[in-house]
């Protein structure tokens, strides 16, 4: 899946939670949990592996002429929560 995100958020969110959306985008290479995050806009949270860590990544789905695309809006390190999530799924 082809994966984009405003390069100035992306260095905002490395900044903010240590892993760059370019880094989370790592996450969708590889088995990940997905659930929708919300309705306006209407907006997904993927729980995966990034950089030998576990993950959430806060993602749009998009399309332009080439065909749909995840618009990454912000990314960090995942919680207890989320990490029980992820086990209980993958």
Known sequence: MRCQF???????VQKKHGISLDESTEIFDQ???VDRKSDDPE?????GWARGRLCSVIFEIRRDSAGEYYHLVTAWKASKQEEQAYGDQI
């Open 6 to 12: 405003d390069s100035r958020k992306n260095l905002d």
């Open 43 to 47: 907006q997904f949270r993927a729980i």
């Open 31 to 33: 088995a990940y949990l």
